[in-house]
């Protein structure tokens, strides 16, 4: 899925995903150091970018996943066709689904935006 730092010697490492699915949204936390994907099954997997391993993955999607962002310190945002926002949060030393909104929105969101204004 990723190639990190390979410029620079990093890591390399290529992760299959369960059951077929691909790749539909990606996103980096650095601050925990994990890549976030979102999949076309309605996955949403937790990598570790140092080793390329799945750590945690979260299968409480009903449709595929659009789009993930980091949203803040520690925190991972999943939306998709299946007309709910749920939230993951990293909790000593592991990722959790936090909170769902249902029915957030009317039309079918296929992306999300995080904006932080600056003072």
């Known amino acids: 899925i990723t190639d990190k730092g390979s410029r620079s010697g990093g890591h390399k490492w290529l992760t299959r995903l369960p059951k077929g699915g691909y790749a539909k ?19 949403v997997a937790f990598i570790s970018a140092e080793k ?20 803040g310190p520690r ?23 936090a909170e769902v909104r249902r029915r957030t929105f009317y039309h079918e969101a296929t992306q999300l935006l995080h904006y932080t204004k600056s003072n």
């Open 25 to 43: 949204s990606i996103a980096y936390d650095a601050e925990t150091d994990f890549v976030v994907v979102g999949t076309s099954l309605g996955d």
């Open 52 to 71: 390329g391993e799945i750590v945690s993955l979260y299968t409480n999607h009903q449709g595929p996943i659009t789009s993930v962002i980091t949203a």
């Open 75 to 97: 925190t991972v945002l999943a939306i998709g066709w299946h007309e709910s926002l749920r939230s993951y949060r990293f909790v000593e030393g592991k990722w959790i689904p």
